[in-house]
Structure formats: C-alpha cells, structure tokens
C-alpha cells in the first residue's frame, strides 16, 4: 500500500481545510460576510494604529474639545471633537459620498482650500492611552478650516445655511489668536512637560558624554588671567586660584551653555570632600559640547578684556549669554550641585 508523505499529508490537511473555510463562508448570509470583513479590516488597522501617549480636553471659547498627542508627537483632535468645533453634527466615519470630512463636502468651499489644509486634511486611526482605537484629525486642521470658511464667507460664496459655521470659524480663530493650537494641545494633555523634558535630554544627549573623556587643557590661560583682574586679584603664574572661582566658572561658562548642562556634569562628576575627581569639561562630548564650549570661552574672554569692572562684565554677559535658569520643568534632574551662585 503506497504511503503519504509527512509533507503530502499536511499539504492535503490544508486543502481540506481550506475547502472547509471557504464552505463555511459560502453558507454565510451578506450580513454575515460584511461583518467578518469589518472585523479583519479592524484586526489590521488595529495593529498598524499609533499611539497615543498623552489625552486631555482644551477648551476654545465655550467648546470643550478632546485631543491627543501621539507617540510620533502628532497632535490630534478627536474626530467627533473636531464636527463639535465646526457645529456640524456626527455623521459616523464615512464620509457623504466624498473625499472630504463633512465640514469640507460642500461644493462652494473647494475652490478656498488650500495646499496647506489639503496636506493635513486625512482622518487618522490611533489608539488612546488605555488602548481603545479613535480617529481624528491633525490638530492643525482646526484654525485652517476656520481659515477657510471665513475666506469663503469674504468672498461672498457661502450659502445662508454655512453662515452658522463660519460665525463659529471667526469665534474659534479669534480665541487662538491668544495662543496657538500646538500649545493648547499640549496644555490640555499634559504633553508640555514632557516635551520639555524630551527637548533637555536631547540637549544633555548632545552636550554631556557617555564616558570621561582623556583630560586636555580647555580654558585658555587668558580667562583666569582677565577673571583676576576683574576681581582686583594679583595674577602670578601657578597660583593657587580663589575656591569661589569654580562658583564664578560655574555661572560664567557652564550655566550659560544650555539648560541643565551644569547639573547633568555635576551629577557626572561628583564633588568629593569639597573637591571634584575631574574637570567638568572632561564630561563634555567631542563633537558638540566641547566645541560649544570653546565658541563660549571665546566671547567670555573678549568681552572681559572689552570691559574695566567685573559689574560692567557680567551685564553685557547677562544680555549676551544670559544663564538658562533652572525651571520646575527640570525637577526631575539630580539636584546636586544646584547651590546658590553667588557673585
């Protein structure tokens, strides 16, 4: 008796239950067939969705809106949120027979859209921080659809019946005249402090190395020469410089480079026993923060040998180069080294 391969005999499972599914669907009723459809189509869109990482209500004029912003940082006002914005009502996730959200459909509205609104125009899927798939649209919809209306009401094209939404469209542009979309989603969601955050680590990423980097000689000779003269203090080669130097350094040079660039190398390098293993500048990378800092020593030491006294100094130092004050936005720092600066 002939035999059947392992392969064969898989081979011949999958036709047969293949030939099962698809007998399985042919007893299905249409209904029945969308559904199942809709279903998958759901699995995929769930699976290729974004995510939300941040959810919050703005509030323009009396509106109170939903919005999000997503991982990729998109900010995105939720679909039945943004048909509450324009006073139209919800109609589900179809459009009426056309390309453009509802608010757009109308006829007489085309010929005032611009390339900028066409370019944010797309509904997009994402899922919400607790998960639940939403749509919604660029944030940066809104004031352009306003835009829109109010071009078209200018021009005399629209009719009586869009005349509610564009008395709507100059109340909402007026109420972001104040402040930008951008900055409200991100007030409502709470992605404000985050993105702050995100922005000091990209800057610390940049300025402050990985590893001690070998030490070689960074401020020149001059800066100590011109810092003692300012401070009315004999200069002698191989002195023993004043401890509240370092604090004067600190302010000067290292607080003025970028916001939490100090901290983040004092939390490298540590101070032991009132004195630090290495130098600062040893913490600072070599292809962008070492540079920055050489460009800054730079302008210190010409606009010290440019000025008589140390008070005339440190004014035009603070209008050029003002120190990035420490924010609450920057808690989360190690707060070592964050003493006092005095003068």
């Not at 001690?212 to 000779?221: D, G, M, N």
């Not at 609450?328 to 006092?340: A, S």
């Given at each position: 008796m002939a035999t059947m391969s392992m392969s064969g005999a898989e081979s011949n499972e999958e036709s047969m239950a293949s030939r099962g599914g698809k007998a399985a669907a042919a007893k299905l009723t249409p209904e029945e067939r969308t559904e199942r459809a809709k279903n998958a189509a759901a699995a995929r869109w769930s699976a290729n969705a974004p995510q939300a990482t941040h959810e919050g209500v703005m509030k323009i004029g009396d509106e109170e809106i939903v919005c999000y912003v997503l991982e990729n940082e998109d900010r995105v006002i939720s679909t039945r949120g943004m048909m509450k914005a324009m006073?139209?009502?919800?109609?589900?996730?179809?459009?009426?027979?056309?390309?453009?959200?509802v608010f757009l459909e109308a006829k007489n509205l085309k010929p005032f859209i611009s390339k900028e609104l066409s370019a944010v125009l797309s509904e997009m899927e994402f899922k919400t921080p607790r998960?639940?798939?939403?749509?919604?649209?660029?944030a940066r919809l809104l004031p352009l659809v306003c835009e829109t209306y109010l071009k078209a009401r200018d021009a005399g094209a629209l009719k009586q019946a869009q005349m509610d939404v564009a008395i709507r469209a100059d109340i909402l542009m007026?109420?972001?005249a104040h402040v930008g979309i951008i900055a409200l989603v991100?007030?409502?969601t709470g992605f404000q402090k985050d993105r702050a955050r995100n922005a000091l680590a990209k800057v610390l990423e940049a300025f402050v190395a990985k590893e001690?980097?070998?030490?070689?000689?960074?401020?020149?000779?001059d800066y100590f020469v011109e810092l003692c003269r300012l401070r009315?203090?004999?200069y002698a080669e191989n002195m023993r410089l004043p401890r509240y130097f370092g604090r004067l350094t600190n302010n000067l040079v290292y607080d003025r480079l970028a916001p939490g660039v100090r901290v983040e190398l004092q939390r490298k390098n540590p101070a032991i026993n009132g004195r630090r293993k290495h130098k600062n500048f040893q913490w600072l990378t070599d292809n962008f923060g070492h540079p920055k800092l050489q460009l800054h020593l730079g302008s210190v030491v010409t606009l010290m040998k440019i000025n008589k006294t140390y008070e005339e100094f440190k004014a035009i130092m603070d209008k050029l180069h003002p120190v990035h004050v420490p924010a609450?936005?920057?808690?989360?720092?190690?707060?070592?080294?964050?003493?006092?600066q005095k003068d």
């Open positions: 006073g139209r009502r919800w109609r589900g996730r179809k459009y009426a027979g056309t390309e453009l959200p998960g639940v798939m939403a749509e919604g649209f660029n007026r109420a972001l991100d007030e409502a001690l980097r070998p030490y070689v000689r960074s401020f020149p000779l009315a203090i004999s609450p936005l920057f808690d989360w720092l190690d707060n070592e080294g964050q003493e006092k």
